[in-house]
Structures are given as C-alpha cells and as structure tokens.
C-alpha cells in the first residue's frame, strides 16, 4: 500500500503528464503547433474480388475491435448451448451485422462529407473549440496536480 505523500506525488506526476499532453494536442487542433507523426506511407491497391476485399479487412477488423472479443464470448456461448448449428450460426450473424452496420454507416457518411466544399469551415470551428476544450481540461489537471503538490489548497 502506498502511504499519503508517495500517492500524492504519483497523482501529482500523473496529472502533470496528462496536462502537459492535452496541452499539446489543444495547442495543435488550434493550429498554433504542428505534430508530425510518422506513418508509413503503403501503396494503395484497390481490392477487385470479393476474396481480396475480405483479407483486406480481416486484418482491420481484428485489431480495431478490441471490444468485440469479450462482447463475442455470451454470443459464442448462447450459441454453443443451443447444441444447434441454425441458431448458432443465426446468433453469430446477427452479431455481426450489429457490429458491422455502425461502421459501414460511419464510412459512408464520412466518403460522403469529405467531399463536401462546405464542411471545411465547419471542422475548422470544431477544431478551435475541441482545442479550447482540451486547453481548459489541462488547466484543471495543472491545477489538480499543484494540489497535489501543496502548492494550492483545495
């Protein structure tokens, strides 16, 4: 168990850390820093069979879904109990059109908005307000991790 002054100072440290990195991502949605992140730069190659569209995806859909798994195993084992494989198979597609009709939606709408001339003034003013918002949430954590610190009383 950690004692009263060692949690304080690991609250301190953690707030400080958490105030620092909203700082600077509020900082860049309001365009005052630039980040750059390196990514790799693939090639892109359209997929032309229905084959390909699916190894394409398979890989995207394991690892953008971490919580999908523990929401698969009820699914999974629902299925199992029925002991038949019409229900199973029902259950587990109805699992995964429930899964999958958000993000196609969300796709589309997003193809869709992209191309609009009118939605780049509309992201430049959520921008300036998630960047206000993220700067107000770091003074909170800057002010917390000063109580912390017993620089400020509560």
């Known amino acids: 168990m950690l ?4 949690k304080s100072r690991l609250l301190e440290e953690k707030n ?20 750059s992140v ?7 190659k359209p997929a032309r069979t229905l084959l390909g569209s699916y190894l394409i995806g398979l890989p995207f859909g394991l690892s953008t879904c971490p919580a999908c798994t523990p929401l698969v195993l ?3 084992l629902a299925a199992a109990t029925t ?3 019409v229900v199973g198979a029902v259950l587990m597609f109805a699992f ?4 999958g009709i958000p993000i196609v939606v969300t796709g589309t709408v997003a ?9 780049s003034a509309f992201i430049r003013w959520v921008e300036r307000i998630g960047g206000a918002l993220l700067l107000a949430a770091a003074l909170y954590f800057f002010y917390q991790a000063s109580v912390y610190a017993g620089w400020l009383s509560p």
């Open 96 to 99: 995964g059109v429930a899964r």
């Open 111 to 119: 193809g869709k908005l992209s191309r609009l001339r009118q939605t």
């Open 83 to 85: 002991t038949d494989p």
């Open 74 to 76: 009820p699914v999974v």
């Open 3 to 6: 004692s009263d002054p060692m």
């Open 38 to 44: 390196p990514m790799f730069a693939p090639s892109i």
């Open 16 to 35: 400080l850390h958490l105030a620092f990195l909203l700082v600077i991502t509020g900082l860049a949605l309001l365009r005052v820093i630039y980040v």
